[in-house]
């Protein structure tokens, strides 16, 4: 067992199905400090919709300071059609806090469960196995770039430095010397200038940093096919801001739901952000019916980057692999069980694993 530790941690639960899903990490969260013996503190702040209903502000300045001054931050999801056509759009909330806490590499983890494999879309033996991550740039492109509109048309410039290409090009291919020893880089170099000087970029470090990584060059279009036809070929997958936003979300269909997957926002130093990439679902909200499983994994991977907590890390997402294993599933997995449910089937499986760790007993699950 660990030393007991105390950790602030902001809760941004958000809108839509946001709120449900936070409290499921938060219990989980809980427990895991109970049975190691820490101190988490949470405090619950607005940010999206709920901030521009509370202060008008998508990312109101409270939320700003408070998750500056937090060791982890944990987000459900914003946005939602009861903001549509106003002043401000809940998402500039999301985009407003990953550049004030200098968060520019998104991970967004993937491993298709045997279990699960036949609840995707695709054929068994394409996607059981897979095993990769995308590294996603967080504060550059299209998406932070100049804006403009009138009545003629509009415009989203689309800017990267040498340096923003730099840094999350060196997290990624750390990360692959912990893996496999891959990293795909994913551009439009031949069309886009910001991916020609991507490209160049991410070649010069691979070469002069990592040799021994293997490194390959992949055009977003082509990259979109080969997800869908041969995902096991790949590890880490290091691409653009908006190229990662859209290429993640598809590889969240092959493990059978978007209800699944985790992330997180990570910069040089400070807080992480840790978030469920399943969006606000306004349509489910408030009926018991989201999946928890990738806000729960979220907490695993705020543990484990934030809170350097790898023990503790390692018994969520044992947890959630047993009761995957067992069949514990939300009806968008084919099952029977609501958040709440969901939820407490991890609660019970973390348990369960350090009752059987504590009297040495060997756990068989169905």
Same mark, same amino acid.
């Given at each position: 067992?660990?030393? /007991? $530790?105390?950790?602030?941690?902001a809760?941004?639960? !958000?809108?839509?199905?946001? @709120?449900?899903?936070?409290?499921?990490?938060?219990? #989980?969260?809980?427990?895991?400090?109970?049975?190691?013996?820490?101190?988490?503190r949470?405090?619950e702040?607005?940010?999206?919709?709920?901030?521009?209903?509370?202060?008008?502000? @998508?990312?109101?300045?409270?939320?700003?300071?408070?998750?500056?001054?937090?060791?982890? *931050?944990?987000l459900?999801? *914003?946005?939602?059609?009861?903001w549509?056509?106003g002043?401000?759009? /809940?998402?500039?909330?999301?985009?407003?806090?990953?550049?004030?806490?200098?968060?520019?590499?998104?991970?967004?983890?993937? $491993? *298709?469960?045997?279990?699960?494999?036949?609840?995707?879309?695709?054929?068994?033996?394409?996607?059981? !196995? #897979?095993?990769?991550?995308?590294?996603?740039?967080?504060?550059?492109?299209v %998406?932070?770039?100049?804006?403009?509109?009138?009545?003629?048309?509009?415009?989203?410039l689309?800017? %990267?430095t040498?340096?923003?290409i730099?840094?999350?090009?060196?997290?990624?291919?750390?990360?692959?010397?912990?893996?496999?020893?891959?990293?795909?880089?994913?551009?439009k170099?031949?069309?886009?200038?910001?991916?020609?000087?991507w490209?160049?970029?991410v070649?010069?470090?691979g070469?002069?940093? %990592?040799?021994e990584i293997?490194?390959?060059?992949?055009?977003?279009?082509?990259m979109?096919?080969?997800?869908?036809?041969? @995902?096991?070929?790949?590890d #880490?997958?290091?691409?653009?801001?908006?190229?990662?936003?859209? +290429?993640?979300?598809?590889?969240?269909?092959?493990?059978?739901s978007?209800?699944?997957? /985790?992330?997180?926002?990570?910069?040089?130093?400070?807080?992480?952000?840790?978030e469920?990439?399943?969006?606000?679902?306004?349509?489910?909200?408030?009926?018991?019916?989201?999946?928890?499983?990738?806000?729960?994994?979220?907490?695993?991977? +705020?543990?484990?980057h934030?809170?350097?907590?790898?023990?503790?890390?390692?018994? *969520?997402e044992?947890a959630?692999?047993?009761?995957?294993?067992a069949?514990? #599933?939300?009806?968008?997995? !084919?099952?029977? +069980? !609501?958040?709440?449910?969901?939820?407490?089937?991890?609660?019970?499986?973390?348990?369960?694993i350090?009752?059987?760790?504590?009297?040495?007993? $060997?756990?068989?699950w169905?």
């Open positions: 067992m660990t030393s /007991p $530790q105390t950790f602030n941690i809760l941004l639960p !958000g809108d839509g199905v946001g @709120p449900e899903v936070t409290a499921a990490a938060r219990e #989980v969260l809980e427990v895991i400090a109970d049975f190691f013996g820490h101190d988490f949470f405090r702040y607005a940010i999206g919709g709920a901030g521009i209903d509370a202060t008008g502000e @998508p990312l109101p300045q409270e939320t700003a300071d408070a998750c500056m001054a937090a060791d982890a *931050v944990f459900g999801a *914003v946005g939602g059609p009861k549509d056509g002043k401000r759009r /809940p998402e500039e909330g999301l985009l407003a806090i990953r550049k004030a806490m200098g968060l520019f590499a998104n991970l967004r983890p993937l $491993q *298709v469960s045997p279990v699960l494999a036949h609840r995707s879309p695709l054929k068994r033996e394409i996607v059981e !196995g #897979v095993d990769l991550i995308v590294f996603r740039e967080l504060t550059g492109g %998406y932070f770039g100049k804006k403009t509109r009138d009545e003629k048309g509009a415009s989203d689309c800017e %990267y040498v340096v923003e730099e840094r999350v090009t060196r997290a990624a291919f750390q990360t692959a010397r912990q893996r496999r020893g891959k990293v795909t880089s994913v551009d170099a031949n069309v886009m200038e910001t991916s020609r000087l490209r160049e970029v070649t010069r470090i070469a002069e940093e %990592y040799p293997e490194l390959e060059h992949a055009l977003v279009d082509s979109a096919m080969h997800l869908i036809r041969k @995902p096991r070929e790949y #880490v997958i290091l691409t653009e801001n908006m190229f990662g936003d859209i +290429l993640s979300d598809e590889i969240s269909v092959l493990g059978g978007i209800g699944l997957l /985790p992330s997180a926002s990570l910069g040089t130093e400070g807080p992480g952000l840790f469920p990439i399943h969006g606000s679902a306004p349509d489910i909200a408030g009926q018991d019916k989201a999946n928890p499983i990738g806000a729960i994994l979220s907490a695993a991977l +705020l543990l484990r934030s809170l350097k907590l790898e023990d503790e890390a390692d018994s *969520v044992a959630v692999a047993a009761v995957l294993a069949g514990a #599933v939300t009806t968008d997995l !084919g099952g029977e +069980l !609501g958040t709440r449910a969901a939820a407490g089937a991890v609660i019970d499986a973390i348990r369960a350090h009752w059987a760790a504590a009297h040495r007993v $060997q756990m068989h169905a």
